[in-house]
């Protein structure tokens, strides 16, 4: 982020937090919810939300202040570096132990996909372990296959989603742990029918929100959820989700 950035930051979240404190707000390439289009331009669900988020405090964030960067590396700061914020992130016991959360702001539905042509069969999480299983570095989909007793040997990691859907296409990997709607989005914007593609198992039906340094003030978080509550009271999220997503999660086959 540069310096003018940060310092613009600094000044609009004086009045809110009631301190000079600069939130470094951090995302990745995970659309439709957080990306950035073909000009360089922050889009999705979840910045659309958080620039509503600010005019309904009366302030004015933009989004050229978010820095966009490989999700492990933001995962990594949120952790060590306080005054930063990183989304959207799934809810999950532990990280609502480790970190402040904004939210819920939208569901999230985790799976593994597969081709649709040669599915392997999964009915529980021991047979997980005998899959070849793509992943993304840090992400949500990685830590509940960790979780669920699979060993790392059998996964193969990438840094973002564009490239878990090279690897199934290419038959490198059994099947991809990832979001469907981020991974089915993913897919359209390569050429790629979602229909060539099946869910095999769900992971984790979840929502995400906003994700935040667990030093963040107090008083900023307050305000900023209460005001993320008005915005779903008022159906105003689910506008912004229906203009990306439609009006209703993805379901599995």
């Known amino acids: 982020m540069t310096r003018p950035l940060l310092l613009s930051l600094c000044l609009l979240l004086a009045p809110v937090a009631h301190a000079e404190t600069a939130i470094t707000w951090m995302s990745e390439e995970y659309p439709p919810y957080n990306f950035t289009d073909a000009?360089?331009?922050?889009?999705?669900v979840a910045v659309d939300s958080l620039a509503l988020l600010w005019q309904q405090l009366g302030l004015s964030l933009g989004t050229g202040a978010i820095e966009f960067?490989?999700?492990?590396?933001g995962y990594a700061r949120l952790q060590r570096e306080?005054?930063?914020?990183?989304?959207a992130m799934t809810y999950t016991p532990s990280r609502v132990q480790q970190f402040r959360f904004v939210g819920p702001l939208v569901p999230i539905h985790m799976?593994?996909?597969?081709?649709?042509?040669?599915?392997?069969?999964?009915?529980s999480d021991d047979d997980l372990k005998s899959l070849r299983l793509g992943v993304v570095r840090e992400d949500i989909g990685?830590?509940?296959?960790?979780?669920?007793g699979v060993d790392?040997?059998?996964m193969v990691v990438t840094d973002r989603a564009s490239k878990l859907v090279e690897l199934l296409q290419r038959?490198?990997?059994?099947?991809?742990?990832?979001?469907?709607?981020v991974v089915t989005w993913n897919m359209r914007e390569a050429g790629v029918d979602p229909q060539n593609f099946t869910i095999i198992y769900t992971l984790l039906e979840g929502e995400l929100g906003y994700a935040f340094h667990r030093d963040t003030d107090p008083?900023?978080?307050?305000?900023?959820?209460?005001?993320l509550e008005q915005l779903q009271q008022a159906g105003e999220i689910s506008s912004i989700r229906a203009h990306y997503l439609g009006t209703a999660p993805a379901q599995a086959d």
Do not use: C, H, K, M
Request: aromatic share 6%; no cysteine.
């Open 39 to 44: 000009e360089g331009n922050a889009r999705g």
């Open 152 to 154: 790392t040997s059998s």
């Open 219 to 227: 008083a900023l978080l307050q305000r900023l959820q209460q005001g």
């Open 111 to 123: 799976v593994l996909l597969a081709r649709r042509d040669s599915p392997p069969r999964v009915t």
């Open 82 to 87: 306080p005054n930063t914020a990183l989304f």
């Open 171 to 181: 038959g490198r990997v059994d099947a991809i742990a990832y979001s469907y709607d």
């Open 69 to 73: 960067l490989p999700w492990a590396r």
């Open 142 to 148: 990685q830590q509940l296959l960790l979780e669920r």
